[in-house]
Nanobody, 124 residues
Framework: QVQLAESGGDSVQAGGSLKLSCVASRKIESKACMAWFRQAPGKEREGVAAMGAVGDTYYSDSAKGRFDMSRDNAQTTYYLELNSLKPEDAGMYYC??????????????????WGQGTQVTVSS
């Protein structure tokens, strides 16, 4: 089973930027999707962005135009660049693998492995 480890979370002011990383213990299966979710206290985990095998990307409405998902050439490290951060972007950010071909990529139950999360705090 692939292991995932997130990092890069921090406390920033509104309008600031962060770049999160998700390191996979190996290259994920060719049909699998890698996604970023976030979870605020008392709220459900919600999909933020996802990337498929061929580099196709998907974003939530709140992430479009502000967040950018990318990966390295080895396809073992995935990044999520967060720009123009708002207080409502705060939460624990998790990367997850699953959702074959990124179908229904924003549904939590489509993912089979998760990292431990990295905390993002945004102050107004």
């Amino acid at each position: 089973q692939v292991q995932l480890a997130e990092s890069g979370g921090d406390s920033v002011q509104a309008g600031g930027s962060l770049k999160l990383s998700c390191v996979a213990s190996r290259k994920i299966e060719s049909k699998a999707c890698m996604a970023w979710f976030r979870q605020a206290p008392g709220k459900e985990r919600e999909g933020v962005a996802a990337m498929g095998a061929v580099g196709d990307t998907y974003y939530s409405d709140s992430a479009k135009g502000r967040f950018d998902m990318s990966r390295d050439n080895a396809q073992t490290t995935y990044y999520l660049e967060l720009n123009s951060l708002k207080p409502e972007d705060a939460g624990m950010y998790y990367c997850g693998v699953g959702a074959p071909f990124c179908a229904e990529w924003d549904r939590v139950n489509r993912y089979v492995r998760w990292g431990q999360g990295t905390q993002v705090t945004v102050s107004s």
